[in-house]
């Protein structure tokens, strides 16, 4: 038999579980370290990342549409392998780009330094809808593998996260910059 107290216990214990899986489900997701293991993230402007078919999202549903058919035929094959993609950050404001670019400012003490990892709003493929960042690294590693087919590829060699309609589906993809500060 089970006593009242061990029953109170176990509800408060489960409380506090459930607390602390929402505060890490809702709360917003810090950036990527561009140096260390990646970490989610999404634009304050868009509300947390999702899935590639929540195009009620801005996030999403702003994308350029040949990027999200290619990003949704290839989430429903990865889900197909067991991996989930969830969209870390896609389109973007200006505005949101421009925080973003003086932040990283603030981080690496220079513009120069910044380009190397976060574009300007003028350059940014996010603010156009060309680009998605996705994790978590598991469906990077399956996007970076497999991505080609749909002609997404990561275009920058320090961001793994970052995919572009670069290709043609079952292309090759063109060899990717060092960083964002080769493009533009």
Known sequence: MIHHRTLGTLAATLLVVAVAALACGTSEPSARDH????????ATDQGPGGGPFDTS????GNLDPDLLAALQAAAKDASDDGVGLLVTSGWRSKAH???LFTEAVSKYGSEEEARRYV?????SAHVTGDAVDIGPTDADDWLIQHGDRYGLCQVFANEIWHFEL???????CPQMYADSSERG
């Open 35 to 42: 140096v260390g293991v990646p970490r989610l993230r999404a």
């Open 57 to 60: 999202r801005p996030t999403i």
């Open 97 to 99: 780009q421009r925080r």
């Open 119 to 123: 574009s300007t709003p003028d350059t």
């Open 166 to 172: 670069a290709t043609t589906p079952g292309g090759e």
